[in-house]
């Protein structure tokens, strides 16, 4: 069974920095393409960041430059560096990855922006 965890989440000021953790039990992780979406109160998921299996990354336009993901394949796991957070950060954060056409996500962590 496939378990993804997320950590990390939690409350901070506009202007702060949060390090989010994703930690996937898959054998040969290191192969696998792994994601963070996020979720706001009334809006849909929306893809935030993407990391594939040589490093590659690529960023929503909202996030370029102030987040930068990132993997670790020794730990089978994945994070996300958020810096310079703004109101519209606000959100649950989802750690995602597609094995053999079925995708699997976290339970979701808070993440809150708030003075």
């Known amino acids: 069974q496939v378990q993804v965890v997320e950590s990390g989440g939690g409350l901070v000021q506009p202007g702060g920095s949060l390090k989010l953790s994703c930690a996937a039990s898959?054998?040969?992780?290191?192969?696998?393409?792994m994601d963070w979406y996020r979720q706001a109160p009334g809006k849909q998921r929306e893809l935030v960041a993407t990391i594939t299996s040589g490093g590659s990354t690529g960023y929503a336009d909202s996030v370029k430059g102030r987040f930068t993901m990132s993997r670790d394949n020794a730990k089978k796991t994945v994070y996300m560096q958020m810096n310079s957070l703004k109101h519209e950060d606000t959100a649950v954060y989802y750690c995602h990855i597609r094995l053999w056409g079925v995708e699997y996500w976290g339970q979701g962590t808070q993440v809150t922006v708030s003075s």
């Open positions: 898959v054998s040969s992780f290191s192969i696998y393409t």
